[in-house]
């Protein structure tokens, strides 16, 4: 067959020249490229199989093995790559990218209202074995009415487990509204550990002072084991106190809601008493502006009965931030509380003073494990390679008289006073009162290295996935990548590493193989359907037959690349504006 024209890359040559009769090209779009053949259209008035060096000129056995010649180099390619990759040793990927915990549930969701929380393993996801948060993006896209979750519920002070298996409708996820319309039903992310790096703080952080070093992992903040950075900001902006208390003959620790007592429905008895107390601890401003414990206290600071609130919803909404935590106890007629956020108290002003100031209670966790590289299969494993017994024994004695910062690998820092975000960068005055600890938090890094053959296979199933969705029109087309798409991609994977690059090149030659074996005229695939008919006919096509089905696919090829461009290019712009 007679060459015309060899390009790389594709759009208008910036470079040319010609050898042996073949122009070659250097395009501007650097991706791919294109062998030009004659005899792939008519030449004045000679149908193409009748160009004796052309294409079509030649037996339909030999256009198949020319056709199949491209996608099998793509295809060969990525193997060759996944090969090197394992041989090298495999990828440094994240924790996040491979757990099966959760670490974030909607509160909102009738997921969390059936008691699933962060931590807890996931198993199935919409009926397929999970495997990871490329899961729940790909469902995310999809446009099911419902999911299917199953799994095992952890209780990680305890140690007890108990199976789960629910079906639930999806809805539209609110942490992405008004951007991108994904489904959910309630799992917002996988775990993630939460780690200081280091070597330094940011300067005004909350965390100054507090003890952490780097390499720290932040285990375990205000009753709750930590799985995510959206768990830790949840917590971090409840309105929230830790309290130690005593019930009868035991002292136990639990959390109340810190409640503006404008909130608060007192009678003008349970005024006057507050307002004493606030003479006494000498603070200022008005008293509807000061935060107190939604309870009336003895001059002992023993329960005496709940305060109400004039909003109801208010009401639920302060206690639910509370029942996250794991050992929350209602406080009862009688109970005494003996400390808040660990610091010891006497009086009812000092517990109004000391509650006036959002505190936080963080224990880290300085196993020198945390910090080797793993398999991403033994991961999950190790997550939860802490000791309950002795993060027990330190959140038990917290505000007690036998309180203990230490045990095993295991650390309490000094309690942390949060800080509104505005004070470290400018955002929208919105963002700007969220409240942060002013530490940057990492994940582990783990090695991700299955056989080229297991990678070769995943990366197949993905495509057909997308590829089944998409005609199925269960996936949104818009949530395809074209070529800026594409540039985006390579370019922050070459800022990961070498290898990561390598990998995404290896993914895309794969998926423009696959792709081109399509059996649609205007592919290399649809050129080996031509040839299978003709020989199943034993009659050569005719030009205006060819261009009657090329040309309709020619037509949507290049609609559907300007779709997917016009989507590239406004997700780039979302991301500034």
């Not at 009678?267 to 309870?295: C, M, N, R, V």
């Not at 959140?395 to 230490?406: C, E, F, M, P, R």
Request: proline share 6%; net charge negative; aromatic share 10%.
């Amino acid at each position: 067959m007679r060459v015309e024209a060899f390009a790389i890359g594709f759009g208008k040559p910036i470079w040319t020249w010609e050898r042996d009769g073949v122009k070659w090209h250097i395009c501007m779009l650097p991706f791919g490229g294109y062998v030009k053949i004659a005899g792939m259209q008519k030449e004045g008035s000679l149908e193409p199989y009748e160009i004796h060096d052309g294409f079509y000129g030649k037996k339909p056995a030999d256009r198949i093995w020319v056709a199949l010649a491209g996608p099998l180099v793509n295809i060969v390619f990525a193997i060759l790559v996944f090969t090197f990759i394992w041989i090298s040793g495999g990828r440094d990927k994240p924790f996040f990218d491979f757990t099966h915990r959760i670490g974030w549930v909607d509160p909102h969701s009738a997921l969390y209202a059936k008691g699933v929380r962060p931590g807890d393993l996931i198993e199935k996801y919409d009926g397929k074995p999970f495997t990871g948060i490329k899961d729940l993006m790909i469902t995310s896209l999809m446009k099911g009415d419902t999911t299917q979750i199953e799994g095992t519920k952890v209780d990680y002070l305890n140690g007890t487990k108990s199976h789960f298996d629910y079906t639930l409708k999806t809805y539209q996820s609110p942490e992405m509204m008004g951007k991108e319309k994904l489904n959910t039903i309630g799992v917002s992310s996988p775990a993630s550990y939460l780690i200081y790096q280091g070597p330094s703080l940011l300067p005004g952080s909350p965390m100054l002072g507090s003890g952490i070093e780097p390499k720290d992992r932040i285990l375990w903040a205000d009753g709750e084991v930590l799985f995510s950075h959206q768990q830790l900001s949840a917590l971090t902006n409840d309105s929230t106190s830790l309290l130690t208390v005593r019930r009868g003959d035991s002292v136990f620790q639990t959390k109340a809601p810190r409640i503006k007592l404008a909130d608060l429905k007192m009678t003008p008895p349970e005024k006057g008493e507050i307002d004493d107390w606030q003479h006494e601890a000498g603070l200022k401003g008005s008293l509807y502006d000061l935060y107190f414990i939604p309870y009336n206290l003895s001059p002992t600071l023993n329960v005496e009965s709940r305060i109400g609130f004039i909003d109801e919803e208010d009401q639920k909404k302060a206690f639910e931030s509370c029942q996250r935590c794991a050992f929350f106890t209602p406080l009862e007629e009688n109970d005494q509380i003996l400390a808040v956020d660990g610091k010891r108290i006497n009086t009812p002003y000092e517990l109004l003073s000391e509650i006036q100031t959002r505190k936080m209670l963080v224990i880290v966790d300085r196993d020198p494990k945390i910090q080797e590289k793993v398999l991403w299969t033994e991961a999950d494993e190790q997550f939860d390679d802490f000791s309950s017994a002795d993060l027990q024994k330190i959140v038990s004695s917290i505000g007690t008289d036998q309180a203990v910062n230490d045990a095993g690998y295991l650390h309490l820092l000094a309690p942390i006073t949060p800080k509104p975000l505005s004070e470290f960068s400018k955002v929208d005055e919105k963002s700007g009162q969220r409240l942060v600890l002013g530490v940057p938090l990492a994940d582990r890094e783990v090695r991700y290295n299955p056989p080229p053959q297991s990678q070769f296979v995943e990366v197949l199933r993905d495509t057909y996935r997308t590829l089944a969705s998409l005609f199925s029109g269960t996936a949104n087309p818009k949530y395809v990548a074209g070529p800026v798409g594409i540039v985006q991609i390579v370019h922050h994977s070459w800022m990961i590493g070498v290898k990561e690059a390598l990998f995404w090149m290896a993914l895309i030659s794969l998926n423009l193989g696959i792709i081109n074996l399509l059996p649609l005229p205007v592919l290399d695939g649809g050129h080996i359907m031509f040839s299978i008919i003709e020989m199943i006919t034993r009659r050569p096509l005719r030009a205006k037959t060819m261009e009657r089905l090329i040309i309709p696919f020619v037509v949507l090829m290049i609609g559907f690349f300007i779709f997917v461009t016009y989507h590239d290019i406004s997700r780039l712009f979302s991301k500034f504006f």
